[in-house]
Every structure is written in structure tokens, then in C-alpha cells.
């Protein structure tokens, strides 16, 4: 299950959802061929990529894009 919700109003403050923030969420979607991914993403006029493709662990590579909100969305693929 997944629940998404957005306030409108509220007490609290704006965030800064850049995705190394502190409290800042983040989508991660796994991927089977990340340079694939990339350039399918890449095909779209209406997806930001703010990172390129870089390795996070020996055995994983990501890139992050934003959601039309800012908020960070990373595409990961677990290589062997």
C-alpha cells in the first residue's frame, strides 16, 4: 500500500527537498538496465535529471530526477 498525501496548509515550515536533506523523502525505483532508463528518461520533455548515472555501493548505480513537486525521485540498479 502507498498513501500519498499533500498539504496545502499547515503549522510547518517549507523543506528543502534536496535529496541529501536531513527529513527530506525520496521515490527509489529499481531498474534492470540503468543506462536505458537514463535515456529513456532523457527522451522527455517533461522530467528533470538533476544527477547524472553514479555508482553508490560497489554493487549498485543511481540517478536522481524530480517529481513535478521537487521531489526527488531515484531510478537504482543492483549490478553483480
Known sequence: MLQ???YKA???STLDLHHNNIGSPHF???VRDIEA???EVKERDDVKITS???PIAPNMRSFYTED???VPV???QPTR
Do not use: M, N, Q, R
Request: proline share 5%.
Open 4 to 6: 500519498l498525501l499533500e
Open 10 to 12: 499547515g503549522g510547518g
Open 28 to 30: 527509489c525505483f529499481y
Open 37 to 39: 532508463k537514463c535515456a
Open 52 to 54: 547524472g548515472i553514479v
Open 68 to 70: 513535478p513537486d521537487g
Open 74 to 76: 531515484e531510478f537504482l
